[in-house]
């Protein structure tokens, strides 16, 4: 289990992270990536790791969440 983040300093929008895993990512009215409610886990997520590449600006993190 991983704990998603996006850092809004660092994302310019590019919007890739939302292409690549629509399950987990989206716009928001700005153009800005935001992980989708309740997905901060990634849980079942396939292509997350996808995206972190495919972001121009590392802004999207994947930190270590709870054992379960
Ligand atoms: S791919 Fe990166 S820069 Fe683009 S919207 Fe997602 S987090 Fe922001």
Redesign the pocket.
């Known amino acids: 289990m991983v704990r998603i983040a996006?850092d809004p300093d660092?994302?310019?929008?590019?919007?890739?992270?939302?292409l690549v895993a629509p399950e987990v990512?989206t716009?928001d009215d700005d153009?800005?990536?935001t992980v989708l409610p309740g997905r901060e886990d990634g849980e079942g997520a396939t292509l997350v790791r996808e995206?972190v590449r495919?972001?121009?600006?590392?802004?999207?993190s994947l930190g270590d969440g709870p054992a379960r």
């Open positions: 996006i660092l994302c310019m929008g590019a919007g890739q992270c939302a990512f716009q153009g800005f990536g995206a495919a972001c121009p600006v590392q802004a999207i």
